[in-house]
């Protein structure tokens, strides 16, 4: 049983160029969130979803789209990519009934 | 919105020795969590706590949901090396089906000196 599986694990980007970030969950959990963290700021979200075909913004959204066409898997945008957007991002996902989160492990994204 | 103050943000320790951290929050929540993270890897889920007054055990790790909801702290007995990492609380708030929210502190470094 694989999780919360992200890719990649590692990716340098210039500034202005684009990327998504995928993440697969093979738990057939309905709910699934993106998180950056940055030194000394914790876990902050940045898009969730409740559902299938649905996504809602989190705490940080700018600079940062999210499409979840298929339950199992929850994408990440950066459209334009910009040095402040460096930092180690996290999926997670949970299902309705059920406490806590599962994470995957983690993004590195630098952006210069 | 919701905010959790989770103290202290940093530790150093010497093996052996017991750590104590706590969050606090601003409001009430129904679950408290705590979790823990590796060097370069994600969170992972170490305790959750359900009622208030609840005490619960994982090993060397107690922890508490506070009587008031407002807060939590986890207890780490006799350390070793492999306890070091980034400790988060999370509490979250949730009615019915809608148990999505999660609302995290900021972390506390734990370094364990051999």
């Known amino acids: 049983n694989a999780g919360v599986t992200q890719t990649p694990k590692f990716r340098v980007l210039k500034t202005g160029q684009s990327m998504t970030l995928l993440c697969a969950q093979d738990m057939n959990h309905e709910y699934m969130y993106w998180y950056r963290q940055d030194p000394g700021m914790g876990l902050r979200l940045i898009h969730y979803?409740?559902?299938?075909?649905?996504?809602a913004k989190g705490e940080v959204p700018d600079g940062y789209n999210v499409s979840r066409l298929k339950k199992q898997n929850f994408l990440l945008g950066l459209e334009s990519a910009a040095p402040s957007q460096t930092s180690v991002y996290f999926c997670?996902?949970?299902?309705?009934?059920?406490?806590?989160?599962?994470f995957g492990s983690g993004t590195r994204l630098t952006v210069v | 919105g919701q905010q959790l103050n989770q103290s202290p943000q940093s530790m150093f320790i010497q093996e052996g020795e017991d750590v104590s951290m706590n969050c606090t929050s601003s409001?009430?929540?129904?679950?408290w969590l705590w979790y823990k993270q590796d060097p370069g890897e994600g969170p992972v889920l170490l305790i959750a706590l359900y009622k208030a007054g609840e005490l619960t055990s994982n090993g060397r790790l107690t922890a508490q949901f506070g009587i008031t909801r407002k807060d939590s702290f986890l207890n780490i007995s006799a350390s070793i090396p492999s306890d070091v990492g980034i400790y988060f609380c999370?509490?979250?708030?949730?009615?019915?089906?809608?148990?999505?929210?999660?609302?995290f502190g900021k972390g506390t470094l734990l370094t364990v000196n051999p």
């Open positions: 997670a996902s949970s299902s309705r009934g059920v406490h806590g989160y599962t």
């Open positions: 979803s409740v559902g299938e075909g649905t996504t």
């Open positions: 409001s009430i929540f129904n679950t």
């Open positions: 999370a509490g979250q708030l949730w009615s019915g089906g809608s148990n999505y929210k999660l609302t």
